[in-house]
């Protein structure tokens, strides 16, 4: 059995690697991967050839790559690159007319990347005509179709970004390690005009389903939100938290009530 496959490779793009890991020693000298590679190449005729482990050991594979232009490929480059990817990450996500470096993010930012860990700041589309559930869904899509959000994300939210997390991870069916939402609510209106606009879209009727696509559930809330009434809060939390922390007095825990830090929120990370 001869093992090949097709993938795209660093700088090479799409490419076709060999391998005789699994022929038969009495068949390696009977031309049979010249045989596959001018088979393949009638549909590309420009394909790249590679392969791995072609060291001093393996001169026939040396000799096909040397006649078809090819070259070796480090895999454990590349299953070094996997790890990384799943390796434990971590988003924050603002909320309405927010960025990434209001608040307490950029803090939050330094604070868990100096140990070494991923994090992931995006700034999502603000203001009346350019935010809503599409373009924010849109754009976390792009992290999860590059599998950087996984069983091993942290999601980290303020505010509207809760529930549109919550939206997102239940209509494409995606789990994560934990969710962390910051002054979190849903269904709420009454803010102002314009808060009301941008926020409608995120909003969803089966908040709870979202407790099937996190292990955990942290929701921090206050007693005294200028923007969102306490009880929303507390809703939000009891539909979908495993452990809820009531911080007395502080407001919409962003920078207008003093947090431009959240050394709380550390020990749930």
Not at 25 to 34: A, D, H
Not at 101 to 119: A, H, P, R
Not at 129 to 153: F, H, M, V
Request: with cysteine; aromatic share 18%.
């Amino acid at each position: 059995m001869i093992l090949y496959s097709y993938f795209y490779w660093a700088n090479d793009g799409e490419v076709l690697w060999i391998s005789q890991m699994f022929v038969e020693e009495e068949y390696r000298k009977c031309g049979v991967f010249f045989k596959l590679i001018e088979k393949l190449r009638e549909e590309n005729k420009d394909i790249k050839i590679v392969s791995c482990a072609t060291g001093d050991e393996n001169k026939r594979m040396q000799k096909i790559l040397k006649y078809y232009g090819g070259h070796e490929i480090n895999l454990k480059f590349y299953y070094k690159k996997l790890e990384e990817k799943q390796m434990k990450n971590y988003f924050i996500i603002h909320g309405s007319f927010g960025s990434p470096f209001g608040n307490w993010f950029s803090w939050l930012q330094d604070f868990i990347s100096s140990d070494g860990k991923q994090v992931y700041v995006p700034q999502f589309p603000i203001g009346v005509d350019y935010q809503n559930y599409e373009n924010w869904s849109k754009l976390l899509k792009y992290y999860l179709d590059l599998g950087i959000i996984n069983e091993n994300t942290t999601i980290i939210a303020h505010s509207i970004a809760p529930v549109f997390v919550c939206k997102f991870l239940v209509e494409n069916k995606l789990k994560v390690k934990k969710l962390i939402f910051v002054c979190g609510f849903n269904n709420y209106l009454g803010i102002n005009e314009e808060y009301d606009t941008v926020n409608r879209t995120m909003y969803f009727y089966n908040l709870e389903d979202v407790k099937q696509y996190a292990y955990e559930i942290i929701c921090f809330y206050s007693d005294n939100d200028p923007y969102v009434k306490y009880e929303a809060e507390k809703e939000f939390a009891d539909t979908i938290a495993t452990e809820q922390v009531l911080i007395p007095n502080a407001g919409h825990i962003n920078s207008e009530s003093g947090y431009d830090t959240f050394e709380d929120i550390v020990s749930y990370l």
